[in-house]
């Protein structure tokens, strides 16, 4: 069961944003999300707005996805066209989900085609597709790079065969190494492999066979999540049924820090908590649009979006979505408006996790003071706070989330 929306007020039907949210607009990172829904199999850890084919039967298809995201963007360059600057175009793409590559490049080919349409792409633009090893092959990464996409990002998750068992992935061991050859092979400069740690029953070598494994593949991007086991999960039901472990938090940090020094020896440098890249031109910028408080329009079944301090998430089940559109009407269903105080607090809960981290003054005098305490006891670096920004140590980002909690009160 996918995870639940957040509360809200309601969204107005016709999709339009305060006159405030849209001042700024192009002054600010701009960016587009893609969600597809669509997945051949649910991974056991998995609590994404995902269905398989037998979950949704004839209720949705690609087809009616794929029209239905073609009105919503068209709705977004219109709600944002309201305002007194151009629509901006998009400098980030982001197409994720679920399984992207489960749609073939044709029709991630006609997704592009339908942004570049509804709000242009500016000529510099980044634009991802995540992909799956299993439903990927040379004549897809072809046809992608042909269609656009500049970048990819591969779920590897673990180069064990027990450990992506446990995780029910249905990849072989090798067929990530082998994707991102392909991958290469048609052209792509920018690739990202996807790793999760802490898995019940991974071991250290099993975690240093996976990094070897990314590390001789060349990629210039790795993301590496700890595993959570989210409530109504497959791998929630077998932990409460004592059939698995709880990942341990212990083991989880060592496990960071191995990954962190492994992938810092071989020249990839962290600039986010869970990211390591080889240079700044290596660095997903459109996830740094979300950390760094850019606006993005969040197209497709559950996805969220953000312009100018207005938070608002869709419908999502695939076929309401569709329904909700081809009745002209747009397929959010709940928003938010963030304070000056909302917006404070969440630009320290993001750019902390980030290597850059923030400036000083953003802080009360009662978080300075904490901030001072957090120095002391050695998660932020006395050096940058000397100079007027809070930055995690290497032991801060293992208690990032208790530092956080510290600043904010």
Known sequence: MPALLPAGEPAPADGTLPAEALTGLGSRPFGVYVHVPFCATRCGYCDFNTYTADELGSAASFGSWLDGLRAELDLGARVLAAGERPVPAAETVFVGGG?????????????LAAIRESFGLGDAAEITTESNPESTSPEFFAGIREAGFNRVSLG?????????RVLE??????????AVGEARTAGF?????????????????????????????????????????????????????????????DVLADRYELIDGVLGEAGLGWYEVSNWARDDEA???????????????????GAHSHVGGVR??????????????????SPAVGRELLSAEDQRIERIMLELRL???????????????????????GLLRRDALAAGRCVLTNRGRLLADGAIQRLIG
């Open 189 to 249: 400069e920018h690739v990202n492999l996807d790793l999760i740690y802490g898995t019940p029953g991974e071991t250290d070598e099993d975690l240093r066979a996976s990094l070897d494994a990314v590390l001789s593949t060349g990629v210039d991007h790795v993301s590496a999540y700890a595993l959570i086991v989210e409530d109504g999960t497959a791998m929630a039901r077998k932990v409460r049924r004592g059939e698995l472990p709880m990942p341990d938090d």
């Open 99 to 111: 399984t992207p590559s489960l749609l073939g490049a044709r029709r991630l080919g006609e997704v």
């Open 312 to 329: 608002w998430w869709n419908v999502k089940h695939p076929a309401r979505y569709a329904a909700m559109l081809a009745e002209g009407n």
């Open 355 to 377: 290597a850059t981290g923030f400036p000083v003054e953003i802080l009360d005098e009662p978080a300075r003071l904490a901030a001072k305490q957090l120095v002391a006891d």
């Open 156 to 164: 590897m998750q673990s180069a064990a065969e027990h450990v992506l």
């Open 169 to 178: 992935r249905r990849h072989t061991p090798g067929r990530a190494v082998a």
């Open 283 to 301: 660095r997903c910028r459109h996830n740094l649009g979300y950390w760094q408080g850019g606006d993005w329009w969040g197209a497709g079944p």
